[in-house]
């Protein structure tokens, strides 16, 4: 459960620090709603769900809003009460939409919608007609119809009756999502001896547990950052640098998003990479040339909806900025580039894009991809008098991993 009610705990959370951060007269009469509201959260968290609709229920008789109702709605979802959790989404859509922004409406009207699905309508035919109707040990509304119709969610229920006068009856009854045409009938048999004493309560048997349901989740949404270390290799180097050894560089990156809906998020990367290639040329032993790249850009980033492992992936570009500097390319025997190897900088494109793994541990973000970066270097020349040299002739590939760590705010 503990991500599939994460956005109605934050919605909670941020109006408990609301309330603390306002130090006003007014501060006393609204203790005991945030009294029965921590409480209620504490006792959710220990799967304690009567418990905590208790004390949210309290939390609403001390300030009607739309915040104990949705709280309501998920414990009553978590002991698979659908009919009791939409009642409570409906009446917090009602009543209170001004406690609410849009994304909680939405958010309500989607969990509704989902939780509809899963009912079945049982008819019940009860006689006497105004017998008492008790569902799963609960007694249901009086009614003058002995013809009613119930919504339950899938699984087994207990149904049963009693009236005075009447010897009580109940049956068990099992139904399935969607389920229209179910019906029970039960007719009381009037006692043979009068009834002298008050009778007492009926408590039917326990019902049966009944199967799990449907997976209801309430969509993520939220602010994340990550940063990453990256190990990068390059595949490209100066036309006129000979002989390049295979190395590789490091690199930093943060990135700050936010993720609008189950499987995307959007985000702003700032990086900057640094990459230092040496040369084999057996003369110069010790020429090598640096390339550093400071990156903006902006990303798509797809994820995979497991609430605790999650395949992800980004694709996104933005621009660079490259300065590539030289050293030891000149000995007393000669220039390793015969002088076409010069500082040079440059303002260039790339496209981005990584593909990996995420561990979500309660918004703790952990994490390893596979990247590469494709980029122009058309912007990377020197001049040579009046003329701009391009250093590079082709296209400019880096590969290679990141470690990912961040935290998600949704």
Known sequence: MGRSHGRLLLTLCAAILGLAAQLSPALAQVEPYR?????????????????????????????????????????????????????????????????????????????????????????????????????????QPPSSS?????????????????????????QSVTVVSGERDKKVKLTLAPEKTPVTATPQPFTPPPPPPPPRPVPLSFAPQGYYVIGAASLLVPIGHPRAFPMPEANSGGAGSIRVGYRVNTPAAFDVMFQYANIATGSGHPGYQNASYTLGSTRVGLNVRLMTPGQTWRFVGSIGGGLTYDDVSFDSIKTPAGDICEGRCQPAAGVNAFVFSEVGVELDLGGVLLGFSLDSYFQSSRGISYKDGDDDIPLYSALLLQLGGSLHAGYAFW
Request: proline fraction near 5%.
């Open 35 to 139: 009294q029965h509201m921590e409480n209620g959260i504490k006792l959710f968290q220990d799967r304690n769900y009567r418990a905590a609709i208790a004390e949210f229920e309290a939390a609403y008789k001390e300030k009607p809003k739309a915040s104990p109702l949705f709280n309501i709605a998920l414990a009553e979802k978590a002991i698979f009460n659908y009919p009791r959790a939409i009642a409570a989404l409906e009446r917090a859509l009602a009543q209170h939409r001004d406690t609410m922004d849009e994304g909680d409406e939405r958010t309500a009207r989607s969990a509704i919608e989902e939780m509809r699905a899963l009912l079945a309508h049982l008819t019940i035919e009860l006689s006497p007609p105004d017998a008492t109707l008790i569902i799963d040990g609960e007694e």
């Open 146 to 170: 002995g013809t009613r119709v119930v919504e339950l969610g899938p699984g087994a229920h207990r149904i049963g009756a009693r009236a005075k006068g009447h010897a009580s009856a109940d």
